[in-house]
């Protein structure tokens, strides 16, 4: 049914830059809220940046200003672009759709894709 799936990931110095991408099939895809969490390794998956079907977005403080997400609905494609990367961006990134259907929220996410930021 719905298949999300990340690629982009990889080995990039410090201050660097490298960019995300994250197709989505099964659905409508102008219709979802579309976002990129993260989990390093021990810690709890956070929210990084989430782009709604209007273009309207949100970033965690701490990737504000560094961070860009984007969205394709012709390709169903949202995108996450990571400037000046630091070590503590290092985590396994995931593409995530929310879907609200008569008051109900359905959550679907891909499986990852690991970036690592060396010092």
């Known amino acids: 049914q719905v298949r999300l799936v990340e690629s982009g990931g990889g080995l990039v110095q410090a201050g660097g830059s490298l960019n995300l991408f994250c197709a989505a099939s099964g659905i409508i895809f102008s219709s979802p809220t579309m976002g990129w969490y993260r989990q390093a390794p021990g810690k709890q998956r956070e929210l990084v940046a989430a782009i709604t079907s209007g273009g309207s977005t949100n970033y965690a403080d701490s990737v504000k200003g560094r961070f860009i997400i984007s969205r394709d609905n012709v390709k169903s494609t949202v995108y996450l672009q990571m400037n000046s990367l630091k070590p503590e961006d290092t985590a396994v990134y995931y593409c995530?759709?929310?879907?609200?259907?008569?008051?109900?929220?359905?959550?679907?996410w891909g499986q990852g894709t690991q970036v690592t930021v060396s010092s």
């Open positions: 995530n759709a929310e879907l609200v259907v008569i008051s109900r929220s359905y959550n679907y």
